[in-house]
């Protein structure tokens, strides 16, 4: 819950029907550094166990990070990575799946392997039986996991001459099989340009807005969550350290430093005089406050903090960016569309993702679209912060600039265009999906990393390069917590987490999602209707699987 910052409320017992009580004893504070989907999902899981909970983010809203966009239930995009990592990847999706279902949306993803490229598709499909038995054991741990369908259902191959079939289909507006899905695909992919089969797989897409909105809802459930948006945390200070001038010195507190903006600190204070308008209007407002422990989430600023905590830390940091076009010529709904290619290179791999609408987000993993020249950077032996050039802080903070904004979007719909041809049709919004992302130790291949902990200092630093593990890096935090005697064994909360009873979703359905999810897409200037989902989780079911036979 967003609140008013007066000691007096802030401090106050949670409400019992609210929120558990963490402990008989005084209850804990932890806060949280940075509301990115790591941030924020941490902060949920920490709520509900009952624990006083900070979440302090510089931007306006949570969750308004790197260009996201594909729940990874495998890791199908990722042909380089080993099959443990895939697996690793499917099931966090599913779990995180369960803690966020209005954010989802379904519909399959094709993955095409061009002519030019040296890999085979039969090259993926010993991972994909791996990836359909590992899905097959967690719904046996769990009904509750058949989340993507039937497991025998997780992938299906089409052949040239089922693509020229259905070729010859009308196109359905809203599909309901994967054949159905595949007939946009059919029609509108060069099929001269791939190599047969394609593979379609239940990975679906995942909307950012629904997931801000998500989270926002599910921690204003909570008296005890304190939300602290548009404000920048100056410094974090160790408040009662022992052994300080040893290297393994242990620290049981820490003070945290922070300034809102003038708007924040008006919206989330009940400025009751004309005098305290007069102040909230033009002051920013500093404070600080202790806590217990102390969470980094802060994504490509991590190191800033580990600079400040004392950690060396070895890491990268990488900007990309993803852009909004729209096409009118579509026909109806489309499923994902992957073109494999070497990352980095002026063949990298293009990402064509669907929303409602008829907008598209495009990612084309070469220098001159997603990535960029300088654009990843490691960190120092001085430092645990890489530094990206200023030109990307930049567009980070403050915007795009519109000429390259412009180019590159251009450029990103050409790049489509040599597989989809009527894609050139597409026209850009000046608009895209952008952001540094963090990237632990000094391999830029990593996609699968949750959480460092050093309880010592009792601090744990998230290194989620993947969204989809945040819920795991919460799970480990709370475990520390429990060694520490931060947080009671055994609390009822905590089985509830294992079975995804959440209380936001109690109350909230894909309706209150949409609301205020529009909304966020709105103050961040992008269409309403790329808070929408085609397909949601909850309404829909891919119940004819069976590819046409020919």
Known sequence: MTHSFNYAHTFATADATTAPLATAKAKKRVGILGGGTAGATIAIRLAALGLETYLFEKKKSLIDGPPMCHLHAGGNLYREIPDEDCVALLKQCIDILRLYPYTIDVRPTVFAVPTRDEGMPEDLLPRLDILTQAYRDLIEQDPNNKVLGEPEDYYQLYSHEQLIELSGREQVAVPSTVDEWVIPVAKYLDLNKVKYPLIVVQEYGWNIFRLAASAQLALDGYDNAHVFTDTKVEQVVAVECSDCSNANHHVSKWRIDYQQSPQAFKHNNDTSSDANNDVAKNTAQSDSIEVDYLVNACGFRTGIIDDMVGVDVTRMVEFKS?????????????????????????????????????????????????????????????????????????????????????????????????????????????????????????????????????????????????????????????????????????????????????????????????????????????????????????????????????
């Not at 499923?335 to 064509?352: C, D, F, H, K, S």
């Open 322 to 550: 993803s852009y909004i076009t729209h096409w009118d010529d579509a026909g109806g709904q489309i499923p994902e569309i992957i073109v494999y290619g070497a990352r980095g290179t002026p063949e990298g791999m293009a990402q064509l993702t669907p929303y409602p609408g008829g907008y598209f987000q495009i990612h084309g993993m070469s220098k001159f679209i997603t990535l960029f020249d300088d654009g990843l950077v490691a960190s120092t032996k001085d430092s645990s912060q890489p530094k990206l050039p200023a030109q990307y802080v930049h567009y980070i903070e403050d915007g795009w600039d519109k000429a390259p904004l412009q180019a590159r979007s251009q450029q990103s719909i050409d790049y489509v265009a040599e597989f989809v041809p009527s894609f050139n049709s597409a026209r850009t919004i000046g608009n895209a999906l952008y952001g540094g992302q963090q990237i632990p130790g000094e391999d830029d291949t990593l996609r699968v990393a949750d959480v460092s902990l050093y309880p010592n200092l009792h601090y744990a630093r998230a290194e989620n390069v993947k969204a989809s593990s945040t819920l795991i890096a919460a799970d480990e935090i709370v475990e520390q917590l429990i060694e520490l005697d931060l947080l009671e064994s055994n609390l009822p909360a905590n089985q509830d987490r294992y079975a995804h009873n959440w209380q936001y979703l109690e109350h909230n359905d894909s309706l209150t999602i949409d609301g205020a999810a529009r909304v966020l897409a709105e103050q961040r200037g992008f269409p309403t209707r790329m808070a929408e989902v085609n397909h949601s989780v909850h309404d829909v079911a891919l119940d004819d699987l069976t590819p046409v036979m020919v």
